[in-house]
């Protein structure tokens, strides 16, 4: 133990090179620092257009202006406003189904995402309803991370997707004709 002190007692006192090794140690805290933040701030913006794309689209369905409304036509309306969300069309799913205002029950079940892993997908409900009936919209789409490789990249990962899935939920009455 003693030659070991003996060994390292030269440097005991000396001060050169003392901030490049603040910068080593805290240099990669602050870079992942950003780059989290850069990638939480872009799934933020992708999920405030998608809420206000699947809103505007939901009212021009509930006041009849979209005609003989599909799940396609739906997607394309969304993604068109949306834009800023690309391969929109290919990577939402979208639900729509009807709401009982006896028992007010909403689904249990947890918002259907494109699975990126597998060639067929989930089959979701696209019901249309009635007059004066209360419609739920659920729309998830599946955004790739821009840094996968970082440690929040890895844990957004974790479900296997292929990327994170934001998730967007909507209701409406329908109008009377």
């Keep these: 133990m003693s030659r070991l002190?003996?060994?390292?007692?030269?440097?005991?006192?000396?001060e050169r090179g003392l901030a490049s090794?603040?910068?080593?140690?805290f240099f990669p805290v602050y870079?992942?620092?950003?780059?989290?933040?850069?990638?939480?701030?872009?799934?933020?913006?992708?999920?405030?257009?998608?809420?206000?794309?699947?809103?505007?689209?939901?009212?021009?369905l509930r006041l009849g202006l979209m005609q003989n409304p599909t799940q396609e036509t739906l997607?394309?309306?969304i993604c068109n406003r949306a834009r800023i969300i690309g391969n929109c069309e290919d990577q939402m799913m979208i639900e729509l189904q009807s709401v009982s205002t006896v028992t007010w029950a909403m689904p249990q079940t947890p918002v259907t995402c494109v699975n990126n892993?597998?060639?067929i997908q989930p089959v979701v409900n696209f019901d249309l309803g009635r007059q004066q009936?209360?419609?739920?919209?659920?729309?998830?789409?599946?955004?790739?991370?821009l840094f996968p490789n970082?440690?929040?990249?890895?844990?957004?990962f974790r479900d296997g997707s292929g990327g994170i899935g934001i998730a967007s939920i909507s209701s409406f009455v329908n109008e009377p004709s």
């Design 5 to 14: 002190r003996s060994l390292f007692r030269p440097f005991r006192k000396d």
């Design 21 to 25: 090794v603040e910068f080593a140690l």
């Design 31 to 60: 870079i992942s620092m950003f780059f989290w933040a850069a990638e939480l701030g872009i799934i933020t913006i992708k999920s405030v257009m998608l809420d206000h794309a699947l809103d505007v689209s939901m009212r021009e």
């Design 75 to 77: 997607k394309q309306s």
């Design 117 to 119: 892993d597998e060639e």
């Design 133 to 145: 009936e209360l419609m739920l919209v659920r729309a998830c789409i599946v955004l790739p991370v």
């Design 150 to 156: 970082m440690i929040f990249g890895r844990q957004l």
